[in-house]
């Protein structure tokens, strides 16, 4: 093809190259992930995968996600089959608005004028966080806090059964504690191996705890909760959440000391809202001035 001396192949008479469509340069809008909703892979019929959706997730989302499971296990027992946006708010403790916001990561939006369904959200929720799966848990560390977790009946019904008990003290060894043994921590590699343990709960002294948390890691164990007050070292793809209850109570007592300083001025206005005003120095009575009678004449003084 011959072109035109001067002109670029495509352009016009007047040399400018051909106009692209501007929907051709930018992503598709329909497509391109939102807040709400993750892209979804080619493929997925227009269900993104659990995985995607999880990741999308921000954690204080996901564990808001928790307790709303827990209130709707809940209704569940009770009989409930739907639960408006206001009321599952109100029983969660959270404003509707949020939550509706948390519900979207799941990809529902429940029904204007009826609200969710019960059975639904709950099978949504476990999707999302995993609980559609048992993981094993290993308690190590059975003092009084270890004792109560392995005594705990509410874990395997919510799909994490304790697996194995570990401590160090040789009178505790081979004791059964809510139905296991308790092991040394010198076999919590092999046994979580052998066991598939994924959760590993520390319950020991802070002075211990890491040399646990190597152990369990070791062990093939991914994530961690850690009671003990000190900061884990563990390798990138480990998943660690410390409960440190002595925070949570300085954390309490901020609240409890804001509130009876805000409290204490209050209590100071109502201790003077008492006092007479009593108008100016120079009055005395109702508009009486200070020397004069009730018809406003000059006021006698007996001098004795």
Not at 183 to 212: F, N
Request: with cysteine; hydrophobic share 40%; glycine share 12%.
């Amino acid at each position: 093809m011959v072109t035109q001396r001067g002109r670029r192949d495509g352009a016009d008479s007047a040399g400018r190259p051909p106009r692209r469509s501007r929907r051709q340069d930018t992503p598709d809008a329909d497509n391109a992930p939102t807040a709400e909703m993750p892209a979804v892979p080619a493929g997925t019929n227009g269900d993104a995968p659990e995985a995607v959706r999880a990741k999308s997730i921000p954690e204080a989302a996901v564990a808001r996600l928790a307790v709303y499971l827990r209130v709707l296990s809940g209704m569940s027992e009770q009989g409930a089959t739907t639960v408006s946006s206001e009321e599952l708010s109100q029983a969660a403790g959270v404003n509707s608005a949020k939550l509706r916001k948390d519900l979207s990561y799941l990809g529902s939006y429940g029904t204007r004028g009826v609200g969710y369904e019960v059975g639904v959200l709950v099978s949504q929720i476990e999707r999302i966080l995993g609980l559609t799966r048992q993981h094993k848990v290993a308690v190590v560390g059975i003092g009084n806090l270890g004792h109560a977790l392995a005594n705990y009946g509410g874990f395997p019904g919510r799909g994490f059964p304790v697996e194995a008990l570990f401590d160090l003290d040789p009178d505790l060894i081979g004791v059964p504690v809510g139905g296991l043994p308790v092991s040394h921590m010198d076999d919590i590699p092999r046994i979580c191996a052998e066991r598939g343990i994924s959760i590993g709960v520390i319950a020991t002294p802070p002075t211990a705890a890491q040399s646990v948390c190597d152990r369990l890691v070791a062990g093939g164990v991914q994530c961690i909760l850690n009671f003990a007050p000190v900061v884990l070292q563990v390798p990138a793809h480990i998943e660690v959440r410390k409960v440190d209850l002595a925070v949570e109570l300085q954390i309490l007592s901020f609240h409890v000391a804001r509130r009876a300083d805000s409290e204490a001025p209050a209590a100071g206005n109502q201790g003077n809202s008492g006092l007479s005003t009593g108008g100016s120095p120079a009055q005395n009575g109702k508009g009486r001035r200070n020397g004069t009678g009730p018809d406003g004449g000059r006021e006698m003084v007996v001098r004795s």
